[in-house]
Protein backbone atom coordinates (compact mmCIF):
# COMPACT_ATOMS: atom_id res chain seq x y z
CA UNK A 1 0.00 0.00 0.00
CA UNK A 2 1.53 3.91 -0.56
CA UNK A 3 2.72 5.58 2.27
CA UNK A 4 3.77 8.87 2.58
CA UNK A 5 5.80 10.58 5.05
CA UNK A 6 4.36 14.26 5.99
CA UNK A 7 6.57 17.36 7.45
CA UNK A 8 5.12 20.01 9.60
CA UNK A 9 6.27 22.79 11.66
CA UNK A 10 8.99 20.34 11.76
CA UNK A 11 7.16 17.13 13.16
CA UNK A 12 6.90 13.92 10.59
CA UNK A 13 4.17 12.21 10.38
CA UNK A 14 3.74 8.48 8.67
CA UNK A 15 1.03 7.76 6.79
CA UNK A 16 -0.66 5.21 4.89
CA UNK A 17 -3.42 4.86 1.77
CA UNK A 18 -5.60 1.69 1.35
CA UNK A 19 -8.11 0.98 -1.32
CA UNK A 20 -9.01 2.84 -4.75
CA UNK A 21 -7.85 6.70 -4.66
CA UNK A 22 -10.69 7.47 -6.82
CA UNK A 23 -13.72 6.44 -3.84
CA UNK A 24 -14.54 8.82 -0.90
CA UNK A 25 -11.82 9.26 1.44
CA UNK A 26 -12.24 8.33 4.55
CA UNK A 27 -9.30 8.87 7.78
CA UNK A 28 -8.82 6.66 10.75
CA UNK A 29 -7.95 8.66 13.97
CA UNK A 30 -6.13 6.30 16.60
CA UNK A 31 -5.99 6.25 20.29
CA UNK A 32 -4.12 7.92 22.38
CA UNK A 33 -0.46 6.34 22.20
CA UNK A 34 -1.33 4.17 19.37
CA UNK A 35 -0.40 4.02 15.88
CA UNK A 36 -1.90 3.79 12.57
CA UNK A 37 -1.21 -0.11 12.95
CA UNK A 38 -3.90 -0.35 15.84
CA UNK A 39 -6.47 -0.27 13.14
CA UNK A 40 -6.57 -3.87 12.50
CA UNK A 41 -5.61 -4.62 8.67
CA UNK A 42 -8.72 -6.73 8.61
CA UNK A 43 -10.88 -4.21 9.85
CA UNK A 44 -9.17 -1.56 7.56
CA UNK A 45 -9.91 -3.82 4.01
CA UNK A 46 -13.45 -3.82 4.95
CA UNK A 47 -14.01 -0.10 4.71
CA UNK A 48 -12.05 -0.27 1.81
CA UNK A 49 -13.73 -3.16 0.06
CA UNK A 50 -17.15 -1.00 1.09
CA UNK A 51 -16.46 1.68 -1.39
CA UNK A 52 -13.76 4.10 1.09
CA UNK A 53 -10.28 5.02 0.16
CA UNK A 54 -8.44 4.35 3.62
CA UNK A 55 -6.06 6.39 5.24
CA UNK A 56 -4.78 5.97 8.45
CA UNK A 57 -2.04 7.60 10.00
CA UNK A 58 1.04 7.21 12.96
CA UNK A 59 0.20 10.51 15.94
CA UNK A 60 3.63 11.87 16.83
CA UNK A 61 5.56 9.94 18.68
CA UNK A 62 3.75 7.13 18.06
CA UNK A 63 4.85 4.48 15.10
CA UNK A 64 6.93 6.06 12.45
CA UNK A 65 6.14 9.73 13.26
CA UNK A 66 8.46 12.00 15.33
CA UNK A 67 9.38 11.49 18.51
CA UNK A 68 10.10 14.19 20.99
CA UNK A 69 11.11 14.83 24.62
CA UNK A 70 7.48 16.37 25.50
CA UNK A 71 8.92 18.59 28.49
CA UNK A 72 10.80 20.20 26.06
CA UNK A 73 8.28 19.94 23.34
CA UNK A 74 4.76 20.23 24.21
CA UNK A 75 1.68 20.30 22.61
CA UNK A 76 -1.80 19.70 23.43
CA UNK A 77 -5.24 19.03 21.36
CA UNK A 78 -4.94 21.44 19.24
CA UNK A 79 -1.48 20.57 17.34
CA UNK A 80 -3.14 16.79 17.28
CA UNK A 81 -6.32 18.31 14.90
CA UNK A 82 -3.96 20.25 12.86
CA UNK A 83 -1.88 16.96 12.55
CA UNK A 84 -4.91 15.45 11.03
CA UNK A 85 -5.07 18.01 8.84
CA UNK A 86 -1.49 18.00 7.57
CA UNK A 87 -2.37 14.31 6.55
CA UNK A 88 -5.69 14.96 4.27
CA UNK A 89 -3.69 17.83 2.93
CA UNK A 90 -0.62 15.66 2.08
CA UNK A 91 -3.26 13.25 0.32
CA UNK A 92 -4.43 16.03 -1.64
CA UNK A 93 -7.88 15.59 -0.19
CA UNK A 94 -10.23 18.52 0.61
CA UNK A 95 -12.87 16.97 2.56
CA UNK A 96 -13.35 13.29 3.89
CA UNK A 97 -15.15 10.94 6.26
CA UNK A 98 -13.76 10.77 9.66
CA UNK A 99 -13.50 7.87 12.33
CA UNK A 100 -11.86 8.15 15.85
CA UNK A 101 -11.86 5.93 18.72
CA UNK A 102 -11.14 7.02 22.17
CA UNK A 103 -8.31 10.21 22.06
CA UNK A 104 -9.34 9.87 18.23
CA UNK A 105 -12.82 11.31 19.35
CA UNK A 106 -12.39 14.35 21.20
CA UNK A 107 -9.33 15.45 17.96
CA UNK A 108 -12.66 14.56 15.34
CA UNK A 109 -15.04 16.87 17.72
CA UNK A 110 -12.60 19.35 17.79
CA UNK A 111 -12.31 19.49 13.64
CA UNK A 112 -16.14 19.21 13.67
CA UNK A 113 -15.94 22.26 15.54
CA UNK A 114 -12.79 23.90 14.23
CA UNK A 115 -12.15 22.92 10.19
CA UNK A 116 -16.07 21.64 9.81
CA UNK A 117 -15.55 22.24 5.75
CA UNK A 118 -12.39 19.18 6.19
CA UNK A 119 -15.17 16.68 7.26
CA UNK A 120 -17.46 15.12 4.91
CA UNK A 121 -19.23 13.18 8.15
CA UNK A 122 -17.84 12.10 11.66
CA UNK A 123 -18.06 8.80 13.63
CA UNK A 124 -16.87 8.72 17.01
CA UNK A 125 -16.44 6.19 19.64
CA UNK A 126 -14.75 4.73 22.51
CA UNK A 127 -14.60 8.09 23.98
CA UNK A 128 -16.83 11.46 25.70
CA UNK A 129 -18.02 14.49 24.80
CA UNK A 130 -15.90 17.69 25.22
CA UNK A 131 -18.12 18.68 28.33
CA UNK A 132 -17.51 15.82 30.24
CA UNK A 133 -14.23 15.91 32.72
CA UNK A 134 -12.59 13.01 32.19
CA UNK A 135 -9.34 14.04 34.55
CA UNK A 136 -11.72 14.92 37.24
CA UNK A 137 -13.83 11.99 36.43
CA UNK A 138 -10.87 9.23 36.97
CA UNK A 139 -9.86 11.21 40.31
CA UNK A 140 -13.01 10.53 42.02
CA UNK A 141 -13.07 6.95 40.37
CA UNK A 142 -9.33 6.15 42.19
CA UNK A 143 -10.80 8.07 45.20
CA UNK A 144 -14.22 5.47 45.31
CA UNK A 145 -16.30 8.39 44.77
CA UNK A 146 -19.29 9.41 42.45
CA UNK A 147 -18.21 11.02 39.08
CA UNK A 148 -18.30 14.71 38.60
CA UNK A 149 -19.86 14.73 35.50
CA UNK A 150 -22.79 11.87 37.01
CA UNK A 151 -21.75 9.64 33.87
CA UNK A 152 -20.71 6.37 34.67
CA UNK A 153 -16.77 6.27 35.25
CA UNK A 154 -13.86 3.09 34.77
CA UNK A 155 -14.51 0.81 37.58
CA UNK A 156 -11.07 1.06 40.55
CA UNK A 157 -10.54 -2.46 39.59
CA UNK A 158 -10.06 -1.76 36.24
CA UNK A 159 -7.93 1.71 37.02
CA UNK A 160 -5.89 -0.12 39.07
CA UNK A 161 -5.16 -3.13 37.17
CA UNK A 162 -4.48 -0.63 33.65
CA UNK A 163 -1.82 1.42 36.57
CA UNK A 164 -0.12 -1.87 37.22
CA UNK A 165 0.60 -2.86 33.58
CA UNK A 166 2.48 0.53 33.29
CA UNK A 167 5.32 -0.12 35.36
CA UNK A 168 8.78 -1.35 34.09
CA UNK A 169 9.36 -4.63 32.08
CA UNK A 170 12.16 -6.09 30.95
CA UNK A 171 12.56 -8.23 28.04
CA UNK A 172 11.01 -7.52 24.83
CA UNK A 173 8.83 -10.54 25.73
CA UNK A 174 7.67 -9.66 29.13
CA UNK A 175 6.62 -6.04 27.25
CA UNK A 176 4.77 -7.84 25.07
CA UNK A 177 2.70 -10.10 26.88
CA UNK A 178 2.28 -6.56 28.83
CA UNK A 179 0.87 -5.24 25.36
CA UNK A 180 -1.50 -7.87 25.22
CA UNK A 181 -2.96 -8.36 28.79
CA UNK A 182 -3.43 -4.46 28.42
CA UNK A 183 -5.75 -5.18 25.41
CA UNK A 184 -7.12 -8.08 27.94
CA UNK A 185 -8.17 -5.15 29.91
CA UNK A 186 -9.73 -3.43 27.33
CA UNK A 187 -11.50 -5.68 25.36
CA UNK A 188 -14.00 -5.93 28.97
CA UNK A 189 -16.02 -9.32 28.90
CA UNK A 190 -18.32 -9.33 25.94
CA UNK A 191 -16.44 -10.82 23.37
CA UNK A 192 -13.92 -13.46 24.39
CA UNK A 193 -10.48 -12.66 24.19
CA UNK A 194 -7.98 -14.22 21.65
CA UNK A 195 -4.76 -13.69 23.06
CA UNK A 196 -3.32 -14.81 19.53
CA UNK A 197 -5.07 -12.53 17.75
CA UNK A 198 -3.88 -9.27 19.67
CA UNK A 199 -0.20 -11.14 20.15
CA UNK A 200 -0.22 -10.95 16.48
CA UNK A 201 -1.26 -7.11 16.14
CA UNK A 202 0.96 -5.79 18.55
CA UNK A 203 4.10 -8.05 16.95
CA UNK A 204 3.06 -5.68 14.15
CA UNK A 205 2.86 -2.48 15.69
CA UNK A 206 6.34 -3.08 17.47
CA UNK A 207 7.84 -4.15 13.70
CA UNK A 208 6.42 -0.90 12.68
CA UNK A 209 7.62 0.80 15.35
CA UNK A 210 10.71 -0.51 15.91
CA UNK A 211 10.30 -0.93 19.33
CA UNK A 212 8.47 -3.53 22.05
CA UNK A 213 8.34 0.11 24.14
CA UNK A 214 5.28 1.51 24.08
CA UNK A 215 5.09 5.62 24.03
CA UNK A 216 2.86 7.35 26.91
CA UNK A 217 3.37 10.83 26.00
CA UNK A 218 -0.96 11.32 25.38
CA UNK A 219 -1.31 10.48 28.47
CA UNK A 220 0.87 14.42 29.66
CA UNK A 221 -1.82 16.34 27.24
CA UNK A 222 -3.94 18.46 29.15
CA UNK A 223 -7.52 17.74 27.80
CA UNK A 224 -9.43 20.43 25.55
CA UNK A 225 -11.46 22.96 28.33
CA UNK A 226 -14.64 21.21 29.33
CA UNK A 227 -15.95 24.69 27.99
CA UNK A 228 -15.40 23.90 24.54
CA UNK A 229 -18.10 21.46 25.07
CA UNK A 230 -20.91 23.99 24.88
CA UNK A 231 -19.69 24.59 21.45
CA UNK A 232 -20.93 20.76 20.41
CA UNK A 233 -24.60 22.46 19.73
CA UNK A 234 -22.78 24.27 16.60
CA UNK A 235 -21.46 21.12 14.79
CA UNK A 236 -23.70 21.02 11.62
CA UNK A 237 -21.36 17.70 10.30
CA UNK A 238 -23.72 14.54 10.26
CA UNK A 239 -21.87 13.04 13.52
CA UNK A 240 -22.29 8.80 14.57
CA UNK A 241 -21.48 7.96 17.86
CA UNK A 242 -20.98 4.95 18.44
CA UNK A 243 -21.78 3.16 21.76
CA UNK A 244 -19.63 -0.24 22.31
CA UNK A 245 -21.87 -1.47 25.34
CA UNK A 246 -19.37 -3.52 27.43
CA UNK A 247 -16.47 -0.28 26.97
CA UNK A 248 -15.07 -0.53 30.71
CA UNK A 249 -13.45 2.45 29.53
CA UNK A 250 -15.87 4.63 28.38
CA UNK A 251 -19.38 2.66 29.58
CA UNK A 252 -22.83 3.35 28.08
CA UNK A 253 -24.73 6.00 28.35
CA UNK A 254 -20.99 8.27 27.10
CA UNK A 255 -22.50 8.18 22.60
CA UNK A 256 -25.86 9.08 23.83
CA UNK A 257 -24.44 12.19 26.15
CA UNK A 258 -22.35 13.49 23.17
CA UNK A 259 -24.95 12.47 20.39
CA UNK A 260 -27.76 14.65 22.41
CA UNK A 261 -25.22 17.48 22.07
CA UNK A 262 -24.86 17.83 18.72
CA UNK A 263 -28.23 18.62 16.57
CA UNK A 264 -29.04 15.73 14.41
CA UNK A 265 -26.48 12.95 15.51
CA UNK A 266 -27.42 9.42 15.63
CA UNK A 267 -26.20 6.73 18.34
CA UNK A 268 -25.65 2.97 17.04
CA UNK A 269 -24.82 0.48 20.14
CA UNK A 270 -22.34 -1.91 19.44
CA UNK A 271 -23.40 -5.36 21.75
CA UNK A 272 -20.75 -6.98 23.69
CA UNK A 273 -17.98 -4.56 21.87
CA UNK A 274 -15.45 -3.37 24.72
CA UNK A 275 -12.86 -0.21 24.41
CA UNK A 276 -10.82 -2.69 21.74
CA UNK A 277 -11.42 -3.84 17.95
CA UNK A 278 -11.43 -7.37 18.07
CA UNK A 279 -12.47 -9.97 14.98
CA UNK A 280 -16.09 -10.09 16.46
CA UNK A 281 -16.89 -6.40 16.23
CA UNK A 282 -15.31 -5.64 12.88
CA UNK A 283 -18.37 -6.35 10.68
CA UNK A 284 -20.94 -4.58 12.46
CA UNK A 285 -18.39 -1.61 13.66
CA UNK A 286 -17.71 -1.52 10.01
CA UNK A 287 -21.60 -2.03 8.43
CA UNK A 288 -22.09 1.37 10.69
CA UNK A 289 -20.07 3.17 9.76
CA UNK A 290 -20.71 2.70 5.92
CA UNK A 291 -24.10 3.17 6.68
CA UNK A 292 -23.05 6.32 7.84
CA UNK A 293 -21.40 7.65 5.15
CA UNK A 294 -23.14 6.52 2.59
CA UNK A 295 -26.20 8.40 4.05
CA UNK A 296 -24.82 11.41 4.02
CA UNK A 297 -23.73 11.28 0.10
CA UNK A 298 -27.21 9.95 -0.91
Not at 230 to 243: K, Y
Amino acid sequence: MPTRMITKDEVTLWSEGIGDPADAPLLLIAGGNLSARSWPDEFVERLAAAGHFVIRYDHRDTGRSSRYDFALHPYGFDELATDALAVLDAWQVRAAHVVGMSLGNTIGQLLALDAPERLLTLTVMLGGALDVDFDADLEAALKGEPSVSGLPVPSRRFLDMMMLLQQPAGTDEELLERRVEKWRLLNGEGVPFDSDEFRRRELLAAGHAGTFDEPIVHHMIPQPPVSRGAELARITTPVLAIQAMCDPAAPPPHARHLADRIPGARVVEIENMGHALPLAVHEPLAAAICAHTRAATV
